[in-house]
């Protein structure tokens, strides 16, 4: 990692978890493992919650970057050690925006990023799938009616989600949205109809690939967020409630929710590159997260089990 | 004769700098074996060093805030520092310290436009400079300039943006945070418009457009206005001539479709058969415009079929006043997902489905 990447130390963290799930995906175990877990206990702080690096402000992304890279390079005992459970549940109140408070018609039921950070629909979905890691039920703590509405009034004319109420419905923001329902069995507060409307829309017929918005360009990374968003729609569309809600099965896989061929076509022929790594099109320079996104695409193409994208770690 | 700036041997260290000199800079630890470990410039590692010391005591004076704007300079992606950044201006309390914080706003936007930090940071400015009445108690600012800023003046900054890039999500995000929190929608059709104008394909300009049109004219805010509605239907079928494979143009009008259940019956019926007809001859004219049409005029009957038996919520008896028969839409809905499969393989999966959910 050269100097090239200065700019990012906000994002350590990030970085770990974009590398070591590319890696792990690759790979059946990561490199270092030990000395992963300190780094990853050291960006932890008292007051809950993971920052991107150490003696930073907890984020919520970075701490959701920090326990599933505990989980991928360590399994459940690492986040059991390290984890502490307590304290991250009193950072993710804090972290969520009552109605009472300003902005509270429009954000409330949503999640702040960070204290004095901004608000959208990414720390919903963080804030979800931090607890399906942690084991935390989220409904003994937070307010899960109010976070629904918030999601629900997200979605837009066109079927996806947009990063705030009113915004244009972005593939990135939908997968969070509808992961964050699913996560917590509440996919069907939504009109599922034109969620799949939208999203089966985002698959180009020239490139196989994913856009993120509507007359958009395709993009790598999509073929995680669309992708992802539309095995989790399809589940939802052809599972009843009740059959959903059974976490007994290790090994539920994505059915037939878009055209999987052209997607890996996309990914292996225009996206990888032969000295390594992913692009997010041609005429663009890899880096992490793109590689990271466009090989969970990938995943996503080969019988993929719905529990990773549940955060199931009881069940992984 | 020298060397370019960037080419020049002698790095400048902040902590060597006389007014720093009384404070003990404090290095990152990054274990003993560190992981993922960045090659840091000496600058960027140097105040760090310093600001860790001053977060540790706690310092917000004119020098910490100076040292935020050289790190956010060289990483603007850092939250803590941003974070701190905003401590310090709230404990000066200037309006004119919150004033420039405009100009180094367009310096950082400069070296990236994609920024969370940088747009989060823009509402707290705005909302500082322009107190919407919501926003609690806090301590009235010091005036110690007669520099002012107004709406116009941050509708100018995001035309700005605009020019360069016409579907920047955070602009959006941000113009619809304006305009909703000082409630000035009567540019908002008009822009729209222009943006259209620019680029029939410019989704993120429909998406407001709808917005726009649902805070303001068809949303319960102002009750059922049948202008209103038959204008934008007619203002969509203008913008389909020559580019009716759209799609945002398509979305928006189902959009529209099923929201109007406050205009008049007759009226939207009318509108009903103007758009089967214009699907009809458009299926016409090529594939691709055959797959869009017809994928809208599937969803449009699945949808009304849903609403005509009453199992959308909250949406009136509009639906069954309109006299529909539900069965004979959800039949054209699978007969043409059927023809969309052979049309439009690439979404098989997802007709297949839909034919599934019309059962």
């Known amino acids: ?316 | 004769m020298a060397a370019a700036a960037h080419e020049r041997e002698e790095v400048v260290l902040l902590s060597e700098q006389p007014e720093w000199s009384d404070v003990q800079p404090i290095p990152q630890c990054e274990g003993v074996e560190p992981v993922v470990q960045i090659l840091y410039d000496k600058e960027y590692s140097d105040a760090m060093g310093l600001l860790r010391a001053v977060m540790r005591r706690g310092e917000l004076s004119q020098r910490t805030l100076h040292l935020t704007s050289v790190i956010i300079f060289m990483n603007s992606a850092h939250f803590t520092v941003w974070e701190f950044r905003r401590c310090i201006l709230h404990s000066l309390n200037s309006k004119r310290e919150w004033i420039s914080e405009l100009d180094f706003m367009k310096e950082v936007n400069s070296m990236n436009t994609k920024n969370y930090q940088l747009w989060n940071h823009r509402r707290v400015v705005v909302e500082t400079l322009m107190p919407s009445g919501g926003s609690g108690n806090g301590p009235a600012l010091k005036v110690d300039t007669i520099e002012t800023y107004t709406l116009k003046d941050e509708f100018d900054h995001l035309g700005e943006i605009f020019a360069e890039d016409a579907k920047h999500y955070h602009a959006w995000a941000h113009r619809q945070w304006l305009v909703r929190t000082y409630g000035c929608w009567d540019k908002e059709m008009t822009f729209t418009k222009e943006l259209i104008k620019e680029d029939v394909y410019n989704n993120s300009a429909w998406n407001h457009r709808f917005y726009v049109i649902m805070n303001g004219f068809l949303g319960d805010h102002q009750g059922g206005n049948d202008d209103v509605f038959v204008n934008e239907v007619m203002y969509c079928l203008e913008c389909l001539k020559g580019s009716e494979e759209n799609e945002s143009v398509w979305s928006f009008l189902l959009g529209l479709l099923l929201r109007a259940n406050h205009v008049g019956t007759s009226q939207y019926l009318q509108v009903l058969e103007i758009l089967f007809k214009f699907v009809k001859v458009t299926q016409k004219q090529s594939k691709t415009r055959a797959v869009r049409c017809v994928f809208f005029d599937a969803s449009l009957c699945y949808q009304l079929a849903l609403r005509v038996l009453g199992h959308v919520k909250d949406t009136g008896d509009f639906w069954k006043r309109l006299d529909l028969d539900a069965a004979k839409l959800l039949h054209q809905a699978v007969d043409n997902w059927r023809l969309l499969k052979s049309l439009d393989p690439t979404r098989e999966a997802s007709y297949e489905i839909k034919e599934g959910l019309a059962k």
């Open chain 1, 1 to 316: 990692l050269g100097v090239e990447y200065d700019g990012k130390s906000g994002h350590l963290t990030a970085k770990a978890f974009v590398a070591s799930e590319g890696l792990a995906s690759l790979l059946k175990r990561a490199p270092r493992k030990q000395a992963c877990l300190d780094f990853i206990e050291s960006c932890q702080n008292p007051s809950g919650g993971f920052g991107g690096g150490p003696q930073q402000l907890s984020h919520i992304a970075t701490t959701y970057a920090s326990v599933a890279a505990l989980f991928i390079v360590g399994g459940k005992d690492a986040l059991r050690e390290v984890a502490n459970r307590e304290k991250t549940k009193v950072f993710l109140q804090r972290l969520q925006v009552q109605q009472s408070e300003y902005g509270g018609s429009e954000y409330g039921g949503s999640f702040r990023v960070h204290i004095g950070g901004e608000v959208d629909m990414r720390a919903c979905y963080l804030a979800m799938a931090v607890c399906r890691f942690l084991e935390l039920n989220p409904a003994e703590f937070l307010d899960l009616s109010s976070m629904v509405e918030y999601i629900k009034r997200c979605q837009t004319y066109e079927g996806g989600f947009g990063g705030e109420p009113g915004n244009e419905a972005h593939g990135g923001y939908s997968y969070c949205g509808f992961a964050a329902l699913a996560l917590v069995g509440m996919e069907d507060q939504v009109d599922l109809f034109q969620l799949l409307d939208w999203a089966s829309s985002r698959q180009q017929t020239y490139e196989g690939g994913f856009n993120g918005r509507t007359n958009k360009l395709t993009d790598s990374c999509y073929s995680f967020w669309q992708g992802a968003l539309l095995c989790l729609l399809e589940r939802s569309l052809s599972k009843g409630k009740e059959e959903r809600k059974e976490e007994n099965s290790s090994d539920e896989k994505c059915g037939n929710p878009f055209k999987k061929d052209a997607l890996r076509n996309w990914i292996l022929v225009c996206c990888q590159l032969v000295e390594g790594g992913f692009r997010d099109k041609p005429g663009v320079r890899p880096d992490y997260y793109h590689t990271c996104y466009a090989l969970s695409g990938l995943y996503l193409t080969h019988n993929a089990n719905v529990n990773v994208l549940l955060c199931n770690v009881r069940n992984l």
